[in-house]
């Protein structure tokens, strides 16, 4: 996880640049993108990412947990639908304290980039937010019961020759960090898709307007979705060589890594897990 004294910093920092949200992905979320990058083919896959809200000057998303979910698409080749069950599991979890914050992540079998259908089910995406952090979203993203629309970022790994990870939001410009035992091997603060990419931007636009891509929302509210999208593209192979290199125990004959045996604790925890929201 990220030392405090870390995230101060980089909260002084981004209050001198103006920003006012921070994603943070921990070193086990690497791993899960890294590892999800060689594992997608030919089909869609994905789950929720799950963390702690910090906030001082900025709102830090620190995304440090996931949990897969199986893609309940009728066409999963080229969309992603998270089970149902899963989702109010995870989204009980989410009531129940035990996370702050989520985030939808999926893949794209190909290295294809956000779609028109991806951006725009960000921005519907309903969710309850945390009393802290909703008092600090723009008012047009927050309903009376307190839930919002847009608030957290969406999370694409497209595979291809060169997997690349897409962190993306909308009207929210923010920063974006990598870290591992409290450093940072990675950052980088957003861009607007309008700006950056105008080309894509265009041809997203006309997608719609043609109608090769249905979204079932009126042109205007997809031209604004487009237009607000801020994004960053990081190369997953730039991030795997940053991370440290694993420590290893044992002979040749059956060595395994602290990450191995980590990963193992892991998958029984969330199995346990499991099972008690089973008996619920």
């Given at each position: 996880?990220?030392?405090?004294?870390?995230?101060?910093?980089?909260?002084?920092?981004?209050?001198?640049?103006?920003?006012?949200?921070a994603?943070?992905?921990?070193?086990?979320?690497?791993?899960?993108?890294?590892?999800?990058?060689?594992?997608?083919?030919?089909?869609?896959?994905?789950?929720?990412?799950?963390?702690?809200?910090?906030?001082?000057?900025?709102?830090?998303y620190?995304?440090?947990?996931?949990?897969?979910?199986?893609?309940?698409?009728?066409?999963p080749?080229?969309?992603?639908?998270?089970?149902?069950?899963?989702t109010?599991?995870?989204?009980?979890?989410v009531?129940?304290?035990?996370?702050?914050?989520?985030?939808?992540?999926?893949?794209?079998?190909?290295d294809?980039?956000?779609?028109?259908?991806?951006?725009?089910?960000?921005?519907?995406?309903?969710?309850?937010v945390?009393?802290?952090?909703?008092?600090?979203?723009?008012p047009?993203?927050?309903?009376?019961?307190?839930?919002?629309?847009?608030?957290?970022p969406?999370?694409?790994?497209?595979?291809?020759?060169s997997p690349?990870?897409y962190?993306?939001?909308?009207?929210?410009?923010?920063?974006?960090?990598?870290?591992?035992?409290?450093?940072?091997?990675?950052?980088?603060?957003?861009?607007?898709?309008?700006?950056?990419?105008?080309?894509?931007?265009?041809?997203?636009?006309?997608?719609?307007?043609?109608?090769?891509?249905?979204?079932?929302?009126?042109?205007?509210?997809?031209?604004?979705?487009?237009?607000?999208?801020?994004?960053?593209?990081?190369?997953?192979?730039?991030?795997?060589?940053?991370?440290?290199?694993?420590?290893?125990?044992g002979?040749?004959?059956?060595?395994?890594?602290?990450?191995?045996?980590?990963?193992?604790?892991?998958?029984?925890?969330?199995?346990?897990?499991?099972?008690?929201?089973?008996?619920?």
């Amino acid at each position: 996880m990220i030392s405090e004294d870390t995230l101060r910093k980089i909260d002084r920092w981004m209050r001198n640049w103006g920003l006012d949200y921070a994603i943070i992905v921990t070193r086990d979320i690497v791993d899960y993108f890294t590892d999800i990058a060689r594992a997608t083919d030919r089909v869609e896959m994905g789950g929720f990412l799950l963390g702690k809200l910090w906030m001082n000057h900025a709102a830090f998303y620190i995304y440090h947990d996931f949990v897969q979910v199986r893609n309940v698409s009728s066409t999963p080749e080229n969309s992603y639908i998270p089970d149902p069950n899963s989702t109010v599991e995870v989204a009980w979890m989410v009531r129940e304290g035990k996370y702050d914050v989520l985030a939808v992540m999926h893949t794209h079998p190909d290295d294809a980039a956000f779609s028109v259908v991806d951006l725009v089910s960000l921005r519907t995406f309903r969710f309850h937010v945390p009393p802290a952090l909703r008092s600090r979203l723009p008012p047009d993203l927050v309903t009376e019961r307190g839930a919002s629309q847009g608030a957290y970022p969406g999370f694409l790994v497209a595979d291809g020759e060169s997997p690349t990870l897409y962190c993306y939001t909308y009207d929210l410009p923010f920063y974006f960090a990598a870290v591992e035992d409290g450093r940072i091997i990675y950052d980088d603060t957003s861009v607007r898709l309008f700006d950056e990419d105008p080309s894509y931007y265009k041809y997203l636009e006309r997608c719609v307007e043609k109608g090769i891509v249905k979204v079932g929302k009126p042109i205007d509210f997809v031209r604004w979705t487009l237009f607000f999208t801020h994004f960053v593209k990081v190369p997953i192979n730039e991030l795997e060589k940053r991370l440290s290199p694993e420590i290893v125990i044992g002979g040749r004959e059956g060595e395994v890594s602290i990450r191995e045996i980590a990963e193992e604790i892991r998958e029984k925890m969330k199995r346990e897990i499991e099972r008690r929201l089973r008996q619920l």
